[in-house]
């Protein structure tokens, strides 16, 4: 049961046997830890909060309480955010987190009330659409951006060149991408992915100028160069011919110039 749960409920939280939870827990034990605590010590309750959290946020900062340093603490909570695992907010007192999304622990559906409280068990594979799609939108809350650094530690998790990455980034921050027509943040890191495929299909990390990126604009650019290469033709042919002319014009003062000297009748 977590500390934010109601009198008498019970929550489950499901671990997650997935490649990135394991290989979490090869780079720094802790770090699982501290996710734990947070899944554990989750608000997974809707409405009124006395400690201002909001769903699925949890109450960080007494380190001492599951075991670590300080230094052990705020080394794991920034690994976690780093990857991608979680997020926080500063809180007047300590520091609140969540978990962004399921590759850790799936968390239950909210409860609303005391009378759902007492309902007993929740688990997440017996909710219907609708509380499906409110969890969804709790996970989400409002929608952190990521920054550069965030989706260059995840790229290098999950095998994305780091040039692949800050085009992502720049792409998305250039065009404010980050949110979708509902105002939710997009799923970055899926996106993430399909460039880094996107990449890998094309033979690596596209090097095209930037003008060329809009078609239009890469038909411009070869109307503007084709026109720049006739007029630099035109202009050595004029060149030439008036080169030519000058020759000719020389050598015809020169025959006249001979001519004059030996007394030639033909002058």
């Known amino acids: 049961m977590t500390p934010d749960a109601p009198s008498g409920t019970t929550f489950w939280v499901k671990a997650v046997t997935g490649a990135e939870a394991q290989e979490l827990i090869e780079a720094n034990p802790l770090a699982y830890v501290l996710a734990t605590v947070i899944a554990f010590r989750a608000n997974y309750r809707e409405g009124f909060n006395a400690k201002g959290l909001r769903f699925g946020e949890a109450m960080l900062g007494d380190y001492a309480r599951y075991g670590m340093s300080r230094k052990q603490y705020r080394t794991a909570l920034v690994l976690l955010v780093k990857a991608g695992f979680a997020a926080t907010r500063r809180a007047s007192k300590g520091t609140i987190a969540r978990l962004c999304d399921s590759r850790l622990f799936v968390i239950p559906a ?52 780091a040039d692949t990455c800050a085009r992502f980034f720049d792409h998305h921050q250039g065009n404010s991408l980050w949110r979708n027509q509902h105002d939710r943040l997009i799923d970055w890191k899926h996106k993430l992915l ?26 411009m650019g070869v109307d503007v ?6 007029i630099a033709e035109a202009v ?32």
């Open 236 to 267: 050595a042919r004029s060149s030439r011919l008036q080169d030519e002319a000058d020759a000719r014009e020389a050598r015809d003062a020169a025959e006249a110039a001979r001519r004059a000297e030996s007394g030639d009748p033909g002058q």
């Open 194 to 219: 399909i460039w880094r495929d996107r990449d890998r299909a094309n033979g690596g990390p596209s090097r095209r100028h930037p003008s060329t990126d809009n078609p239009r604009n890469a038909a």
């Open 225 to 230: 160069e084709r026109r720049s290469r006739q």
């Open 110 to 161: 909210p409860i609303r009330g005391q009378q759902e409280g007492h309902q007993g068990a929740t688990n997440i594979d017996h909710i219907d659409h609708k509380s499906r799609e409110r969890i969804a939108r709790a996970r989400e809350g409002s929608g952190d951006l990521p920054t550069k650094e965030e989706v260059q530690t995840y790229g290098a998790l999950v095998g994305v060149p």
